[in-house]
């Protein structure tokens, strides 16, 4: 495990009428609209939060190849500490560095892979991994022949059953097209219960195992701590089961009126849709 340095967020200010010192939030489904856009209400709606001393942080299961895109649709530096592989990568999107990762190790991996496959036959395995900060930080996606993309075109590396499971990784990924995810995670977690920790951001097929007791919450908690704020000063948004431990983390946890059901009967509030600008429906409350 590489120890993650979050000092590069500035220490936010105590803010004035209650308004949270951190903002997070998760990328799709919640920050992009279905067309993958981001609205400039929400992007006004951010920028005023950090005009008025809130930090801001993404918190994704996307890695950090996939941050730069977002970045570049808000204003220049507003994006800089980016919470990546849901909770497993600290990534700085300014400086396009990995600042700390934590790794499933290669026993845990190889045996809920086997574990899988039994479970779903024929699935397709791919594997996460990034450096740090000495090699540039930069990340890697490797997937077996079987692998489906669940996002498109993959931009995935061809890689062998002993290739992919040989090294720790970031994020293993298991691909079954054919059973929901919910379903899914309920098949395997027993089976693999303490090895490592389940969740889901897509709902057709795909379950991501991270280090056990790793989850956007941990990740987030790492970013508030070296931002010197408090859970209780933490607004976070999110639509989808990874997002779940976040939003029970922070002060205020907002589903997005789009989110999972797993979501909007644990959130501290349900919002509009990501259609309907509903980050920035409740960050124009403060700012």
Known sequence: MISPDASRLPEAPHPDRGAPRLVATDIDGTLLDDDHTISERTVSAISRAV???????LVTGRPPRWIPAIADRLPQGLVRLCVCANGAVLYDAIDDVVLGAHTLDPDAVRTVAATAVALFPGCGLGVERVGNSESGGADEFLA??????AWGESDAGPASHDELLARPVTKLLIRAPEVSSDQMRERLAPRVEGLCDLTF?????LIEAAAPGVTKATGLAEVAAGAGVDAADVVAFGDMPNDREMLEWAGRGVAMGNAHPELLGLADEVTAPNTRHGLAEVLERWF
């Not at 005009?51 to 942080?57: S, Y």
């Not at 951001?201 to 097929?205: E, K, L, N, T, V």
Request: hydrophobic residues 40%.
């Open 51 to 57: 005009a008025a001393g809130a930090g801001f942080v």
């Open 144 to 149: 077996d022949p079987a692998y489906v993309h």
């Open 201 to 205: 951001s897509h709902p057709g097929g």
